[in-house]
């Protein structure tokens, strides 16, 4: 039988600065939540898909892109996650890996903001 989805408050909207990565224990799981420059929220779970790395304490930023050898582009619309041992790229919109595009994907759950609350939904 599945369990039910329980829902976490984690803080005030006002103190989710874009940009900057917000690390919560919750229901034995270590939880990322970030501001992307648009505003909306994502809540990671903090291990690689990789390496079990704990991807959240990561650089987070644009990513670099490639349509072929020689070329190379800084694409800052974009919002990636790198993977602090190995430099994988995960984008924050997506989950998906940006530059191997393997078949992995970050763990992400809901997250929400209700009347100035953020809620992680696990």
Not at 49 to 72: E, N, Q
């Amino acid at each position: 039988m599945a369990q039910a989805k329980q829902q976490h408050k984690v803080g005030r909207s006002q103190d989710f600065a874009i940009g900057q990565m917000n690390l919560f224990e919750l229901q034995g799981r270590e939880i990322g939540v970030i501001r992307l420059p648009g505003g909306d929220l994502r809540a990671i779970n903090n291990s690689c898909p990789h390496k079990g790395a704990p991807i959240c304490r990561g650089i987070v930023g644009g990513t670099w892109r490639s349509s072929g050898p020689g070329d190379l582009t800084l694409d800052s619309g974009s919002v990636a996650l790198a993977c602090p041992w190995h430099g994988f790229e995960y984008d924050l919109v997506t989950g998906e890996e940006v530059c191997w595009r393997r078949p992995t994907r970050l763990r992400m759950y809901g997250v929400e903001e209700v009347d100035g609350e953020v809620i992680v939904t696990l």
